[in-house]
């Protein structure tokens, strides 16, 4: 029996009707609703004037304010949140609650406790659904062809690892309410920016043993930081540097992984084509080895549309999503090291933070205004 309490196409409401869900995720689902996969059912925003101005714009039938009423009227098989971060906790627990599937915008929510709150929401049964957040870069074929050939060791041993998002924003971009603020937005650029890059480069390094961050707020005036980098060592032994950034007017997305046969390098901004991989073979790497690199198979750029097909086909499956659970913490759990280390000068290892750790509970754990100084004093303790 199907895992739907409908059959496909798969009903689903959209909460948001923002920027993100006009321009990411409702053109993903009417190309599944060309399929016959997918139908939007529903649109909600705090603001129901803008829920019923897109769902007039989109032909949904319907339209409010309150996502508990929806949920009772409509019972939609899946729930994609395109709402500010500090409001995903409460939002898919209910959804959860109600019987409906959740693809969540990142970042996932502001903390880990928020996140295990929702672990504890999903029920795990055969009928049950999960919570996923969205993580595209890890769908695109170029991220599946090249974390096929490292795992099967086709590159040799990885070594160092350089992983970047250096963007740029605005005094305007900050005009937003909910941005820059911890208990809104949950950091800064680490958090809401390098999040996507990060969970790419985890995904492709496998798991990590400690990390050591910084962290500074050099131009914005806002709570959280504007510039992070941390140095990490992965349990493979190889090492990486990652740098976050939203003051590099040369904008641009990078990940990087020297091995012992090859180096493999990603560039691109927001959202990659298999041509945007580069790989350089070692000297003395045959030609016919290399040239088998680059058959990256059928393209799929990395998309909200590339990770929305995979959930999809997950629901119908009953499956739980590669970014729900652990699969979705793991990155959530890394990024709350980076910012503990940055704020109190410890190296952080997996594990570390749990109940009655500050940072389990905010990302910056008490410590700015703006910190240095008591990071310094802890690492003396």
């Known amino acids: 029996m199907s895992p739907l309490r409908s059959n ?5 409401a959209v909460v948001g009707a923002g920027g993100i869900a006009r321009t990411s995720h409702l053109p993903a689902l009417r190309t599944l609703a060309s399929e016959g996969k997918a139908e939007v059912v529903a649109v909600v925003d705090v603001v129901e004037a803008a829920a019923r101005t897109l769902a007039s714009e989109e032909s949904v039938p319907y339209a409010s304010a309150d996502l508990g009423a929806m949920l009772a009227d409509v019972r939609p098989d899946l729930v994609v949140l395109c709402t500010p971060p500090a409001v995903h906790r409460e939002q898919t627990v209910a959804a959860l609650e109600a019987g409906a599937w959740v693809w969540c915008e990142k970042p996932p929510c502001p903390s880990l406790a928020d996140y295990d709150a929702i672990l ?8 049950d659904p999960y919570a996923s957040i969205v993580f595209q870069h890890r769908f695109g074929s170029g991220a599946r062809h090249i ?7 086709a590159f040799g041993r990885p070594l160092v690892a350089h992983c970047q998002t250096t963007w740029y924003r605005d005094r305007a971009y900050y005009a937003v309410p909910w941005r820059g603020r911890w208990a809104t937005e949950g950091g800064g650029p ?3 920016h390098g999040i996507h890059q990060t969970d790419l480069l985890l995904d492709l390094m496998g798991p990590w043993t400690e990390v050591h961050g910084m962290a500074a707020r050099l131009v914005h005036d806002v709570e959280t930081e504007d510039v992070s980098t941390a140095q990490v060592r992965f349990t493979s032994g190889a090492v990486a540097t990652l740098v976050n950034s939203v003051l590099s007017p040369d904008e641009v997305s990078r990940v990087r992984i020297d091995c012992e046969l090859a180096t493999i390098e990603l560039t691109h901004l927001y959202g990659y084509r298999d041509a945007d991989w580069r790989i350089t073979p070692a000297p003395g790497v045959a030609a016919e080895t290399s040239a088998a690199w680059l058959d990256f198979g059928e393209e799929i750029p990395s998309s909200h549309l590339a990770q929305l097909r995979v959930l999809v086909d997950d629901i119908a499956q009953g499956r739980r999503h590669a970014t729900s659970g652990e699969g979705g913490r793991r990155t959530l759990e890394f990024i709350t090291a980076l910012y503990r280390s940055a704020f109190t000068g410890c190296t952080v290892r997996p594990g570390d933070i749990g109940p009655g750790d500050p940072y389990y509970t905010a990302l910056h754990g008490g410590a700015p205004d703006w910190a240095p100084a008591g990071a310094q004093e802890e690492d003396r303790a």
Do not use: Y
């Open 8 to 12: 496909p196409p798969l009903r689903t």
């Open 147 to 153: 974390g096929a050939l490292l795992a099967d060791g």
């Open 120 to 127: 504890a929401a999903e029920k795990g049964g055969g009928r």
């Open 190 to 192: 680490a958090m809401g």
